[in-house]
């Protein structure tokens, strides 16, 4: 904010020299100036626990098959533009892929995990939580009918063991299996991907990334506190009655519809936020519908 404070005060002093051919200049870097201050302001808004810290998405496709792997695909690759946009880095940690043999040689996804580094990521994506429904004529159907698919993202706080109440590891069970790709070819020969499940909850977690059993281990740990922590939230909320923001995701809370025919349509059920602009939402351009919700 004093940086912002200083180059407002050098432009009021430029502007007070009243020089006509300047004026251009003027305009770009108060354009530029407002553009920095909308950004400073979204961030009063993230004041919640974990806001200023990393996070974890995770896509699970619904009903439809093909059609609805494909879709949590789509989203997986415009979360990851977005991401990009926004200067934070991600990496894939689990992924279970979809039946093959689509148009293009395209794969979907049944489920995948991807773990987000940046400042303020968990407070920018918390909202995305929900249900988010496609509309389209479905590249899978010969006769070129219209196919509706859902898909459900879930984003957690990425929690580390000193933030948290530390998991007995006799509450733990541990396997080891082979991580797999596309087709369910093996992509590791050997048994290096980790699940881990905590016995009291039920809550799994898994990672096939890394390349030692100790490193999947670790990163299926942070997966599953975020998740205990946030079946923990969920419950004091639900204790309390209070309003369900950044809830665990549900197939019947429906937050966003993306409409690519008859018409190109993409609402947000929760804000009333819309574009026709389909193909920049889906190349990440989110902001629009993720600022409106964060000031809500």
Known sequence: MEEIRKEFEELKEITSLGEEDIEEEIEEKMKGLESRVEKEEIKTYLSGKYDVGDAIIEIF??????????????????????????????????????????????????????????????????????????????????????????????????????????????????????????????????????????????????CQSERSQGKNKEKAMDLLRSKIYKKREEEEKEKFQSLKEGALASWGDQIRNYVLHPYNLVKDSRTGVETSDTESVLEGDLDLFIEAQIKL
């Open 61 to 206: 496709s619904g009903a439809g098959g093909k059609d609805a792997e494909d879709w949590a695909a789509m989203l997986l690759r415009m979360y990851r533009r977005y991401l990009e946009k926004k200067g934070f880095s991600s990496k894939i940690i689990n992924q279970s892929y979809g039946e093959g043999s689509g148009p293009d040689g395209r794969i979907g996804i049944r489920s995948v995990t991807l773990e987000v580094e940046g400042l303020y990521a968990y407070g920018y994506l918390k909202r995305e939580s929900g249900t988010h429904r496609l509309v389209r004529q479905s590249p899978f159907s010969e006769k070129g009918l219209r196919h509706t698919s859902f898909a459900a993202v879930e984003v957690l706080p990425k929690i580390s063991p000193k933030e948290e109440e530390e998991i007995k590891e006799e509450d733990l069970k541990v396997e080891t299996f082979r991580s797999s790709g596309p087709g369910g070819q093996h992509v590791n020969m050997r048994d290096t991907a980790v699940r881990v499940t905590h016995l009291p909850s039920k809550i799994t977690a898994s």
